[in-house]
């Protein structure tokens, strides 16, 4: 467990950079005329790229309901929250996890 705890740190925050790319992309879609920071949510993100096959096959492992909500939520707040908080929990882990093991 407490080998898992700082498995899960690292990759937290080794993770940083993928997440800043992806958060970037996201971003690049915003600047154009076309949408708005509240506008643009995620389905319409997954439609416009690579990831509209993925979207499809979520829809056929989970209950759709839940999904149509989280997909309408702006992709823009999202990818920025979920990078701030990623980043955040890796680098509180991190030593929790490192004096755990030491």
């Known amino acids: 467990m407490k080998k898992s705890l700082l498995w899960f740190a690292y990759f937290l925050v080794y993770t940083t950079p993928i997440q800043l790319f992806f958060c970037f ?39 759709n309901d839940f999904l149509d909500l989280v997909w309408s939520l702006p992709a823009a707040i999202m990818v920025t929250l979920k990078l701030i908080i990623n980043t955040w929990l890796g680098f509180w882990l991190l030593p929790i996890a490192k004096r755990l093991n030491g």
């Open 25 to 63: 992309w996201v971003y690049s879609f915003l600047f154009s005329a076309e949408y708005s920071l509240l506008s643009f949510s995620t389905s319409e993100f997954m439609d416009l790229t690579f990831l509209k096959p993925i979207k499809a096959w979520f829809y056929s492992w989970f209950w």
